[in-house]
């Protein structure tokens, strides 16, 4: 393992959006706080050589 630690911001959404007929406007509608978050990330690439293409193809997919 070779953790590492990201700042992110998270946020709280305060309802249900109805995905994938969402408008731009609703999303921040939604939001009902903002705070400052940490994300503590993994790599089974060594020395975390990795290139977007696998950063995008090594998170899990969203369930539906």
């Known amino acids: 393992m070779q953790p590492r630690v990201e700042g992110e911001i998270a946020f709280l959404i305060s309802e249900t959006l109805d995905w994938p007929n969402i408008t731009p406007q609703q999303v921040p509608a939604a939001i009902e706080a903002l705070a400052a978050a940490i994300e503590i990330?993994?790599?089974?690439?060594?020395?975390?050589?990795?290139?977007?293409?696998?950063?995008?193809?090594?998170?899990?997919?969203?369930?539906?």
Do not use: F, G, H
């Open 41 to 64: 990330v993994d790599s089974r690439i060594e020395r975390w050589r990795i290139k977007l293409a696998d950063t995008i193809a090594d998170k899990p997919r969203m369930a539906d």
